[in-house]
């Protein structure tokens, strides 16, 4: 099935800086990629989604880009925040299904 | 409110004694699924649901089974859990039925200790 590989796997940057976390896939027929956020004790929530026929997307602080010949895709999250401090998690879907990322867990230290 | 429930929250079991957590939506949502969540692994998918009496394996059924009887819950049933099936649990739905395509609304999760 899918493999989706997520890297890194910790992140830690000071409140105001830029961070960066990136995905790989391997099915080719993959065409949604999602990204979401958990909070300690939380489930899971959609923060931003990007699907195969457009290359960036941008909410406000929040920006994926999607390089489908290279089946990697990307969080940008600006101007960090402590509240922006939980884990991240990338997906990719195979048919019905949705297959996740290990996870980033990201630290704003203030 | 919208929201995905389950139940319980926690429970701590013994090898061999059966068992099913609860997941309830409240969204009419076509899409249902039950992830684990492990350290160092993510979450992975044990089974979903695309309709009422629609279900497929993820990446780890084994040990794990389901049913969608009604539109609105999803159980998952350990019929003989094992240590290895300690892990925190996730159901999750989507509007549609191609729920892997689409947003997913997370549930509370349930905290499970197989002794």
């Known amino acids: 099935g899918e493999n989706v590989e997520q890297h890194p796997s910790t992140l830690s940057v000071q409140e105001g800086d830029s961070a960066v976390i990136k995905c790989t896939y391997s099915d080719s027929a993959s065409n949604y990629f999602p990204w979401y956020k958990q909070e300690l004790g939380k489930g899971p929530q959609l923060i931003i989604d990007i699907r195969s026929n457009v290359g960036e997307k941008k909410d406000q602080r929040i920006a994926v880009t999607l390089n489908k010949t290279a089946k990697h895709f990307s969080l940008h999250i600006t101007e960090t925040q402590p509240e922006d401090s939980a884990v991240y998690f990338c997906?990719?879907?195979?048919?019905?299904?949705?297959?996740f990322g290990k996870g980033t867990s990201l630290l704003v230290t203030p | 409110e919208a929201q995905v429930t389950q139940n319980p929250r926690y429970l701590i079991t013994v090898t061999g004694k059966k068992l099913t957590v609860t997941c309830s939506q409240n969204m009419n949502h076509e899409y249902m699924s039950w992830y684990r969540q492990d350290p160092g692994l993510g979450l992975r998918q044990i089974y979903y649901s695309m309709n009422v009496e629609v279900t497929d394996k993820g990446d780890v059924p084994e040990g794990y089974k389901v049913s969608r009887k009604e539109k609105r819950n999803f159980p998952l049933i350990l019929e003989s859990p094992s240590p290895n099936q300690t892990s925190l649990y996730f159901c999750?739905?989507?509007?549609?039925?191609?729920?892997?395509?689409?947003?997913?609304?997370f549930g509370p999760g349930t905290r499970l200790t197989v002794l």
């Open positions: 999750a739905s989507s509007l549609s039925s191609t729920g892997g395509s689409n947003e997913q609304f």
């Open positions: 997906a990719a879907n195979s048919g019905y299904a949705l297959n």
